[in-house]
């Protein structure tokens, strides 16, 4: 139901080409919001972009890389030109991997941490000036991985952790301006078939079909959102297990640490051996070279991204 709470508020969505932040986007559009979308891979947001106007949404897009601090003052840039204000930045766009310390890529540490870590922070901080004007929100979309550091998939609970300690700080710099920032630990959802997310190797993989698990829709991840933002809770955890785990990390660490040791097995052969179809890297390279500003006039301005950006 509607309650014009959103109504003509202007959203940006990082990563909203397509899963959770795609369902964001669309919930929040539905509300009557004016949503900015955002990814890297042109064809996924052109795909997006036309998914919501065939279903009468117009929405604009922005390819921007967050791990880049200036694509990040680029993309708030972007939405205040187009716009004119900004009230919700969602900070969604993130990416996972698998893998054991030792075995893991080095640069899986730095694209976890530059993703899900500094890509929110900075976007955070460019966009303060303009939320300031409009007492808007921040919002994080963190994981039940980010209570504590998990076995076997340390850098995404490692970078999930510092985001959420960067919430928490925000929170409280933010308080005197009227800022509200809340964020989700959002459990075990359902995925996009296209989501990929970084072998041991540091090879990309398509994420493979996740059968043994209850899994959250995208659509009840983003309604639960939508609810925190016009209602200004700090902190919501989903799913059932996700509460579970909430619970017992937070009043019986102990019993949690030595329930995560007992089944350590179990979760190290859940997460070290991820299978699935390797991912076409030289295809994504192209795609991702192109740095396109999309609009309802389907406006399209390309420019040669820098090549010392070429990594994933
Ligand atoms: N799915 C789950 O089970 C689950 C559970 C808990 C928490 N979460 C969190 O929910 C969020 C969304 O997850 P999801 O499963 O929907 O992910 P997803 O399907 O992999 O989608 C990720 C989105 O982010 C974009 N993206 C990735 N890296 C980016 C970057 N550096 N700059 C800009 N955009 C980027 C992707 O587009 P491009 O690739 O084109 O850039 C895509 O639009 C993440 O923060 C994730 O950690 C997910």
Redesign the pocket.
Known sequence: MKNNYLKNKVALV??????????IAWELLQQGAKVIL?????E??IR?KNDFSTNGFKVKSV??????QD?CKFLIEQTISIYGQLDILV??????SRGSIEHSSDKNFT?LS???FT?AAHLSKYAIPFLKETKGHVIF??????FRGMPFNSA?SAS?MAQAALSEALRIELYDFGIHVGI?????????P????LDVDGSLVY?PK?NNLR??T?ES?AKSIRIMIEKRKKRIT?TGLGNLANFIFRYFPIFSNWLIWLNREKIKSQYTMIGGKKVNENA?VN??YKEIITGVEGKVKTVLKSPNIKT?
Request: aromatic share 8%.
């Open positions: 990082s990563g909203s080409s397509m899963g959770i932040g795609k369902a955002n990814g890297r891979d042109y996924k947001l997006t390819i921007a890389d967050i791990r880049d694509k900070n969604n766009a993130g990416m996972s694209i530059e993703t899900n890509g979309i963190n994981s039940v991985a980010g995404y999930k989700a630990f959002v459990g075990f959802t359902q995925n996009d296209d989501k990929k997310i994420l996740r899994l959250a995208a991840v989903l994504q795609n991702q994933y």
